[in-house]
């Protein structure tokens, strides 16, 4: 499976992302060095369209891409009803 260079960076982002957050907002410098610098060959590998297009993401505060699933919301369902149990947000 070959993962375009623009969905390796946005998933490594938020790896790097969580990780600051589980080690309270601050990371060594050697393992936040070793994220930087996959991150920036990732960066420069990327088309001027797809950083500009990253970066107005970014800007206007879209989320980043996920499973259609988070798209869903769970809703109650009666015993012997006909709709699922999940539907859009």
């Given at each position: 499976m070959n993962i375009k260079p623009?969905?390796?960076y946005r998933k490594l982002?938020?790896?790097?992302l969580f990780l600051r957050e589980a080690e309270g907002?601050?990371?060594?410098?050697?393992?936040?060095?070793?994220y930087v610098e996959r991150l920036d060959?990732?960066?420069?590998s990327l088309s001027e369209v797809e950083q500009q297009e990253y970066e107005a993401g970014l800007a206007a505060g879209r989320p980043p891409?996920?499973?259609d699933e988070?798209?869903?919301v769970d809703c109650?369902?009666?015993a012997g009803a006909t709709t699922g149990p999940r539907k859009a947000a």
């Open positions: 623009v969905d390796e982002m938020n790896l790097l907002g601050q990371l060594s410098d050697e393992i936040e060095s070793s060959e990732l960066w420069w891409g996920g499973p988070l798209a869903l109650v369902v009666d």
